[in-house]
């Protein structure tokens, strides 16, 4: 696509209850990052996707969290167990440098809401 | 550990006015620094991407410069309008390690007023 596009805008769940988060990056872009972006706090790197590999996952905050890639487009960021202090907004980005951060492009991101 | 700070955290600027914003690292053995521009509610949009051979970038009326060994990056923001208001971010990967993590700052939050 044209950019990168994440999928809900917006999602308001109860605690406990999983959600899933879609990154769908700029077509040919073989890296995808998720980052989360909390309430008065800086962005937060999550995990780093290189084709359908994820060499670094290192900044998921719990085994609750997980991500996949497939095809080598399409990411699938899940929580399972929503907690309250999950609420935030998750960033996808995407770029065209394997191994080496290039310029990273931003979907509109995610606004997740644990009530 | 790379940290990034930006100065300041908030700013407001009349229209027309020339301003800078600072973005500071600790790290300074960088492949590249990358500032970005957030609008409320939405994603990150790129500004500028600085790699670690130059010294600035500019695009229209935005220039960055960066001095690696100083660990310090600046962005120039000419004849400023009310359409800049927005917050921005700096990000530099770390010095070593995974190039994909990047750090960003907090933010500066710039209001141009009328």
């Known amino acids: 696509g044209a950019g990168v596009s994440q999928s809900p805008s917006n999602k308001v769940t109860e605690k406990g209850k999983d959600v899933e988060l879609r990154c769908d990056p700029i077509s040919g872009h073989t890296a995808l990052y998720w980052y989360r972006q909390s309430l008065g706090q800086g962005l937060e790197f999550l995990i780093y996707f290189q084709g359908n590999s994820a060499p670094d996952k290192s900044g998921l905050p719990s085994d609750r969290f997980s991500a996949e890639r497939t095809g080598g487009s399409v990411s699938t960021l899940t929580i399972q167990r929503t907690q309250q202090e999950d609420s935030a907004v998750y960033l996808c980005a995407s770029n065209g440098l394997a191994g080496v951060t290039g310029e990273l492009f931003f979907g509109e991101g995610s606004r997740l809401t644990v009530l | 550990k790379q940290e990034v700070t930006q100065i300041p955290a908030a700013l407001s600027v009349p229209e027309g006015e020339n301003l800078v914003l600072n973005c500071s690292f600790t790290d300074s053995a960088i492949y590249n620094l990358q500032w970005f521009r957030q609008d409320p509610g939405k994603g990150l949009t790129s500004l500028l991407l600085?790699?670690?051979?130059?010294r600035e970038q500019t695009s229209g009326r935005l220039n960055a410069s960066l001095d690696k060994s100083s660990g310090r990056s600046t962005l120039y923001i000419a004849a400023s309008q009310p359409g800049d208001s927005a917050t921005y971010l700096c990000?530099?990967?770390?010095?070593?390690?995974?190039?994909?993590?990047?750090?960003f700052g907090t933010g500066t939050r710039l209001q141009v007023t009328l």
């Open positions: 990000a530099v990967p770390p010095g070593t390690g995974t190039a994909s993590k990047l750090t």
């Open positions: 600085i790699q670690s051979s130059q």
